[in-house]
């Protein structure tokens, strides 16, 4: 008996008989920033009840569990349902081991001595949980959610599999053989190969996008060395968030059951670290894309984290990065359907404030959209009237804004990498309400006003100008397999 089916055939390239439009000539428009209309004037008279904020104090929105001789536990409790979510928290990732971070991925088609990778799906199912992990640069996640009555059944499962997983060369061989796959996939990609980029340009040569397993030390992996990988995390520090309706004496009894963990844990490996480049001098990167669009970006590097940078980050980010660079790109020149920029804040303490400008636009409107920038960057336009609209939807935000649920112990670790103890956003709301323009465009002029930078062109060579181009510094052209590694 014949199976219907359905074939889909990817061909790659681009027709013979597609006609080149010129690009038609553009007025720039008025932007009229200082006046209101009446229908805006209406909206801004009409009153409404204020909101107040809800700021969260750590000593009262959540507990922290300090077994004796094993790792924390960041416990909140869900007073709203009947379901819980647990999260195994490492503050490791693949820049601290490459191998585990492959393992972590490995982890879902494995099964156990007991039960083969589908019927462990299958049983999730029946408790009506879901399992998940995930791993990045610089932290390692495993999760369970579910039912709160399912709750000491889900979590024997999830043990089962991190003490019991069996060796599976097939499922090896299948996600050796996917890696590769999506890095090939990866080089035909336009936003891969511009998040690349952008990794390339900030760090330099050795960039963390760039730190991975290669294809020969994929090959070597074996089945058995990511196994014992999977058994050791228990061995390695970590920290317990949990969510649900157990007591906190029930949920370390629980735990003490089924999450036998050594004392002391182990710590984490070292990291290899990556430090932002500086921006001390104009530098133009090129990488090539055949592809109309070009996608730019202007970096520049800050210093470290400063929690007296917070109010005037946050918003001078709603007022310049929000409103005045999308009006001045998009509305007033139309070089791009969007345009943004932003001072990016630091995750942690070692990493530093980058001001990043993006733009997607045509190849003939690169010289345009980085004199545009410079332009913005070197004289913050000032407009009294969005820097009100700015500041008011800042707060209105923050005053509005309620972090819940498994947001609170998120919100806790962040501020821990920062080297907080409180709710930041406690006191970017009571800065930022007396904040005027002044404050801000000197903020922007601090930041931004004759700084260096590295200017990102993504786009297909032939189409670009590189004579006008290089008014904006050194340009350092690169393959593809200086951006990705491989």
């Not at 932002?276 to 070009?294: C, G, L, S």
């Not at 004579?467 to 397999?481: D, E, Q, V, W």
Request: proline share 4%; net charge negative.
């Amino acid at each position: 008996m014949q199976e219907n089916y359905v074939v889909v055939m990817k061909r790659q390239g681009a027709p013979d008989d597609v006609l080149k439009v010129d690009k038609p000539p553009i007025t720039p428009i008025h932007i009229n920033r200082d006046e209101e209309s009446s229908f805006l004037k209406k909206i801004r008279e009409h009153k409404v009840p204020d909101v107040k904020p809800e700021f969260l104090d750590y000593s009262r929105d959540l507990k922290i569990i300090q077994p004796e001789g094993s790792g924390r536990i960041l416990y909140k409790e869900n007073t709203e349902n009947e379901t819980f979510t647990l999260t195994y928290y490492y503050r490791m990732g693949k820049n601290h081991d490459k191998v585990m971070n492959f393992a972590m991925g490995y982890l879902p088609y494995l099964g156990t001595s007991l039960h083969t990778a589908d019927q462990l799906k299958q049983e999730f199912y029946r408790l009506a949980c879901t399992f998940s992990v995930n791993s990045n640069d610089d932290e390692s996640k495993i999760s369970l959610t579910g039912l709160s009555e399912n709750f000491s059944k889900a979590l024997a499962l999830l043990e089962e599999m991190l003490v019991d997983a069996q060796p599976d060369r097939d499922a090896l061989s299948n996600r050796v053989a996917n890696t590769l796959k999506s890095r090939a996939d990866a080089k035909a990609n336009q936003n891969e190969v511009f998040n690349a980029l952008v990794s390339y340009g900030t760090y330099g040569h050795d960039s963390p996008y760039k730190n991975m397993l290669k294809e020969d030390e994929l090959r070597m992996l074996t089945a058995e060395q990511l196994v014992a990988k999977i058994h050791d995390l228990r061995n390695i520090e970590h920290t317990v968030l949990y969510y649900g309706n157990e007591t906190p004496e029930s949920l370390t009894g629980l735990l003490d059951r089924y999450h036998c963990v050594p004392s002391p844990l182990r710590p984490v490996p070292d990291k290899t670290f990556f430090r932002e480049k500086e921006t001390v001098a104009n530098t133009v990167i090129f990488a090539p894309y055949d592809a109309r669009q070009a996608k730019l970006q202007t970096i520049i590097k800050g210093g470290k984290y400063d929690t007296a940078l917070a109010p005037g980050t946050a918003l001078f980010n709603t007022y310049f990065g929000g409103n005045i660079v999308f009006q001045e790109l998009r509305e007033k020149r139309a070089l791009a359907y969007t345009a943004t920029s932003r001072y990016q804040e630091p995750a942690d303490l070692g990493r530093s404030y980058l001001n990043m400008g993006y733009i997607a636009t045509q190849s003939d409107k690169v010289i345009e959209a980085f004199d545009a920038f410079d332009e913005l960057f070197n004289a913050v336009p000032e407009s009294e009237i969005t820097f009100m609209i700015s500041k008011d939807a800042l707060l209105n935000r923050i005053s509005t804004e309620r972090l819940r649920r498994m947001n609170v112990l998120w919100n806790f670790l962040n501020a821990e990498k920062l080297g907080l103890n409180r709710d930041i956003r406690k006191e970017i709301h009571d800065r930022v309400t007396g904040m005027t323009l002044n404050d801000i465009t000197a903020f922007g002029q601090s930041i931004l006003t004759g700084k260096a930078k590295t200017y990102l062109v993504l786009g297909k060579e032939s189409e670009i100008d590189f004579t006008a181009l290089a008014k904006f510094g050194t340009i350092i052209r690169i393959s593809l397999t200086d951006l990705f590694g491989y």
